[in-house]
């Protein structure tokens, strides 16, 4: 989603790409089929995307209760499942919106609940907060959250516990079939619930997590929403562990990747006004361009990069990309003056504009201007920053000492230095740590060996954060306090 500034110019130089998720899965025995589970206990992706061949084709799948589950492909097995909605839910059988699902539950041959599926809400302060996305983001991968439009235990069936088995159920093989049925696997679901109505019981015991209450407001046709006065709880299930940092990771996990949807609903991940203040942040960097080249304003192509940057983009030519669709609104804010004669409308600069003011800008003067953006506009750093530096062009070009987020790379502060990594690294990075830009309370840093220094961690502890730095054998006594202080614990098992 978004990388470090670190990342782009050590990228166009080195070619870094980031690693591959991976992980293992369990398959077991049950009531004679071969089936694969997901296994809460384990980090790895792997064991919660491997595919049955039942839920590939929608073949029904068991439950431990005598309940069995099948997805509804035919066009008369929708139109059970919609007489059934319309006779006793409430809300009746309702509309789907994009890609959809209709899982029918039956118990002993008869049938006892019905679940409508469907593409999730546009905009939700409550989810969108829990995931940690930004408009950009949450344009490109909605497609990973399914809500639950309907859900209906029917009247004939109902017996005490019915309802938190079928929903159970529905969840562990929803992902599955889903994946089936459109080609990628979801990774969150949502679902409401009336308070005036309902308590959210059943939604309590599959585990569901309360994400907050509506605004109160329902769609008028397509385009319009219009108050209803009657405010929904929000709640949110995970169908794999870590689903927030999987859909916010700068790679997806393979099986859904499918859900990428690119170049669609919002174009930036700052409004407006966030990006007429990026682009004052850069008014007093000195601008290295001939007077004869500079056709668009300085700031305004820095503002672009930084927003390249914050995209997620990791080389020159992916900021130019990521940033062209930027619409007429977005580029006056960062106050792009160059139109074009036929339609008037303002022009983005070029590739080769970028590439070449990158090459010629002072990479000390930019990190400054952008950290104190940054740092302006974030309040609090994340808890958990990751403290590093790399060498530019092989050392040849400097250093770059970046302060970044661990769950998606997203710059905090920054520095750079001349000369060798192995010389000023140490020095420039303890600098930015105690820099009074950077707010380190409650916030974990982590960093390699070469940081193990006395100084550098007191930086961090008199500024109210905590430290997790590796260690080696040339700090013996280092190591040896560390080994007796962990001793007995499973981390040296």
């Given at each position: 989603?978004?990388?470090?500034?670190?990342?782009?110019?050590?990228?166009?130089?080195i070619?870094?790409?980031?690693?591959?998720l991976?992980?293992?899965?369990?398959i077991?025995?049950?009531?004679?089929?071969?089936?694969?589970?997901?296994?809460?206990?384990?980090?790895?992706?792997?064991?919660?995307?491997?595919?049955?061949?039942?839920?590939?084709?929608?073949?029904?799948?068991?439950?431990?209760v005598?309940?069995?589950?099948?997805?509804?492909?035919?066009?008369?097995?929708?139109?059970?499942?919609?007489?059934?909605?319309?006779?006793?839910?409430?809300?009746g059988?309702g509309?789907?919106?994009?890609?959809?699902?209709?899982?029918?539950?039956?118990?002993?041959?008869?049938?006892?609940?019905?679940?409508?599926?469907?593409?999730?809400?546009?905009?939700?302060?409550?989810?969108?907060?829990?995931?940690?996305?930004?408009?950009?983001?949450?344009?490109?991968?909605?497609?990973?959250?399914?809500?639950?439009?309907?859900?209906?235990?029917?009247?004939?069936?109902r017996?005490?516990?019915?309802?938190?088995?079928?929903?159970?159920?529905?969840?562990?093989?929803?992902?599955?079939?889903w994946?089936?049925?459109?080609?990628?696997?979801?990774l969150?679901?949502?679902?409401?619930?009336?308070?005036e109505?309902?308590?959210?019981t059943?939604?309590?015991v599959?585990?569901?997590?309360?994400?907050?209450?509506?605004k109160?407001?329902?769609?008028?046709?397509t385009?319009?929403?219009?108050?209803?006065?009657?405010?929904?709880?929000?709640?949110?299930?995970?169908?794999?562990?870590?689903?927030?940092?999987?859909?916010?990771?700068?790679?997806?996990?393979e099986?859904?990747?499918?859900?990428?949807?690119?170049?669609?609903?919002?174009?930036?991940?700052?409004?407006?006004?966030?990006?007429?203040?990026?682009?004052?942040?850069?008014a007093?960097?000195?601008?290295?361009?001939?007077?004869?080249?500079?056709r668009?304003?300085l700031?305004?192509?820095?503002?672009l990069?930084?927003?390249?940057?914050?995209?997620?983009?990791?080389?020159?030519?992916?900021?130019?990309?990521?940033?062209?669709?930027?619409?007429?609104?977005?580029?006056?804010?960062?106050?792009?003056?160059?139109?074009?004669?036929?339609?008037?409308?303002?022009?983005?600069?070029?590739?080769?504009?970028l590439?070449?003011?990158?090459?010629?800008?002072?990479?000390?003067?930019?990190?400054?201007?952008?950290?104190?953006?940054?740092?302006?506009?974030?309040?609090?750093?994340?808890?958990?920053?990751?403290?590093?530096?790399?060498?530019v062009?092989?050392?040849?070009?400097?250093l770059?000492?970046?302060?970044?987020?661990?769950?998606d790379?997203?710059p905090?502060?920054?520095?750079?230095?001349?000369?060798?990594?192995?010389?000023?690294?140490?020095?420039?990075?303890?600098?930015?740590?105690?820099?009074?830009?950077?707010?380190?309370?409650n916030?974990?840093?982590?960093?390699?060996?070469?940081?193990?220094?006395?100084?550098?961690?007191?930086?961090?502890?008199?500024?109210?954060?905590?430290?997790?730095?590796?260690?080696?054998?040339?700090?013996?006594?280092?190591l040896?306090?560390?080994?007796?202080?962990?001793?007995?614990?499973?981390?040296?098992?």
């Open positions: 989603m978004i990388s470090s500034c670190q990342a782009l110019l050590h990228s166009i130089r070619g870094r790409r980031p690693g591959r991976a992980g293992s899965s369990a077991f025995e049950k009531c004679g089929l071969k089936k694969v589970v997901d296994i809460r206990a384990r980090k790895s992706w792997d064991s919660v995307v491997k595919k049955t061949s039942a839920a590939k084709e929608g073949r029904p799948g068991k439950g431990g005598g309940l069995e589950i099948k997805v509804a492909h035919s066009a008369h097995d929708w139109r059970r499942a919609k007489e059934a909605l319309g006779r006793e839910h409430g809300l059988a509309r789907e919106a994009g890609d959809r699902l209709c899982q029918l539950v039956f118990e002993e041959g008869r049938l006892a609940a019905v679940l409508v599926w469907c593409a999730a809400a546009w905009h939700l302060k409550g989810r969108d907060e829990a995931v940690g996305w930004d408009a950009v983001t949450r344009s490109e991968r909605l497609k990973l959250v399914v809500q639950l439009r309907r859900f209906l235990v029917l009247e004939q069936a017996r005490p516990n019915l309802a938190s088995q079928c929903l159970g159920l529905g969840l562990r093989e929803l992902a599955g079939q994946e089936g049925a459109h080609g990628y696997r979801p969150l679901a949502e679902s409401f619930s009336d308070p109505s309902h308590a959210g059943v939604y309590k599959t585990n569901w997590e309360l994400a907050g209450v509506t109160g407001y329902s769609q008028d046709h385009d319009y929403y219009v108050p209803n006065g009657r405010p929904k709880k929000l709640w949110l299930k995970k169908l794999v562990p870590k689903a927030y940092e999987l859909m916010c990771a700068r790679e997806l996990p099986a859904s990747k499918g859900a990428l949807v690119t170049r669609s609903g919002a174009r930036s991940p700052l409004k407006n006004a966030q990006l007429g203040s990026l682009r004052d942040a850069f007093e960097v000195p601008d290295p361009r001939h007077p004869k080249s500079r668009h304003p700031p305004a192509m820095l503002s990069i930084a927003l390249g940057l914050l995209m997620g983009a990791r080389d020159v030519l992916d900021i130019w990309r990521k940033v062209a669709c930027l619409s007429q609104s977005q580029r006056e804010a960062i106050r792009l003056r160059v139109r074009s004669k036929q339609s008037g409308h303002l022009t983005m600069p070029g590739y080769d504009a590439n070449d003011l990158l090459a010629a800008i002072d990479p000390a003067a930019y990190a400054r201007a952008l950290t104190a953006w940054l740092q302006a506009n974030a309040g609090l750093l994340p808890r958990s920053l990751a403290l590093d530096g790399k060498s062009g092989d050392g040849r070009c400097g770059i000492v970046t302060l970044c987020r661990h769950e790379g997203r905090v502060a920054m520095a750079a230095a001349k000369g060798k990594k192995e010389d000023c690294e140490v020095s420039e990075a303890r600098a930015l740590l105690a820099s009074e830009q950077v707010q380190l309370a916030a974990l840093v982590t960093a390699d060996p070469l940081h193990n220094k006395h100084d550098t961690i007191q930086v961090i502890l008199q500024k109210g954060g905590d430290y997790l730095v590796g260690t080696k054998e040339n700090t013996s006594k280092r040896e306090g560390a080994a007796q202080a962990l001793r007995g614990t499973p981390f040296l098992k």
